[in-house]
């Protein structure tokens, strides 16, 4: 079967750097996608990654090892309005998006 | 950029009636439109997949009598929640992927806000 892992929660505290991990099987790959999603929301695009190795946007940056079928995403500077679920999902190989079910980040002061 | 305008964004229903929810692409044609659940604290289920000018095609389990799909044009897509009883209350969610707006080559879809389906 196909899936996708990720914690469920983390806690963080405010300006310090979170990991997010997403490790996942699929039915082949084209490329990996991380979303954010505030509660009672859409997700919204973050980043994607097709080849392994590390993309820089700002304060985020997403990393992906095809070989170990492994991607985290890592959160710097954290501020408040970063708590929210961050979404882990693959692109198989027939272009499906395969979720994972989300890990809430909760920021602390 | 690329909006997907989604409506309505609550609803409250009583059981037995029909519920019907729409995604307007505004500023780009959206030649297919994926319909999502998502359960709380669940991850985004994809019922359906509509494509404009054909029938939708299903996701496994997904009873294409009871969530109607029609893709009526390029730019508007609909879910029909038939006879809605509480196990359908969820939060539906359509996603588009705008030609055009790529991440090295992928398409990324742009989402509607959502509809949360409540029904009593």
């Known amino acids: 079967g196909q899936n996708i892992d990720q914690p469920t929660e983390m806690t963080a505290t405010e300006g310090a750097i979170v990991q997010i991990n997403c490790t996942y099987q699929?039915?082949?790959?084209?490329?990996l996608f991380w979303y954010q999603q505030h509660a009672g929301e859409a997700p919204t695009f973050l980043s994607y990654?097709?080849l392994d190795g590390l993309e820089e946007k700002g304060r985020f940056s997403s990393f992906l090892s095809r070989s170990k079928g492994y991607s985290y995403l890592l959160l710097k500077e954290l501020q408040m309005k970063d708590s929210a679920s961050y979404l882990c999902?693959?692109?198989?190989?027939?272009?499906?998006?395969?979720w994972g079910a989300g890990t809430k980040l909760i920021i602390k002061p | 950029g690329a909006v997907v305008s989604q409506h309505p964004s609550w609803v409250i229903c009583k059981s037995g009636t029909s519920v019907k929810i729409e995604c307007r692409s505004l500023?780009?044609?959206?030649?297919?439109m994926f319909w999502y659940r998502q359960f709380p604290k669940q991850s985004l289920m994809l019922m359906a997949t509509?494509?404009?000018?054909?029938?939708?095609?299903?996701e496994q389990g997904v009873e294409k009598d009871k969530f109607l799909i029609n893709h009526a044009s390029l730019t508007l897509s609909t879910l029909t929640v038939t006879s809605a009883h509480p196990e359908d209350s969820s939060f539906y969610i359509c996603?588009?992927?705008?030609?055009?707006?790529?991440?090295?080559?992928?398409?990324?879809?742009?989402f509607g806000a959502g509809s949360r389906l409540t029904v009593l």
């Open positions: 996603s588009a992927p705008p030609v055009g707006h790529t991440a090295s080559g992928a398409n990324v879809l742009t």
């Open positions: 699929t039915s082949g790959f084209n490329g």
């Open positions: 999902a693959v692109s198989n190989s027939n272009y499906q998006l395969i």
């Open positions: 990654n097709v």
């Open positions: 509509s494509n404009e000018g054909s029938k939708a095609t299903y």
């Open positions: 500023d780009f044609q959206a030649t297919t």
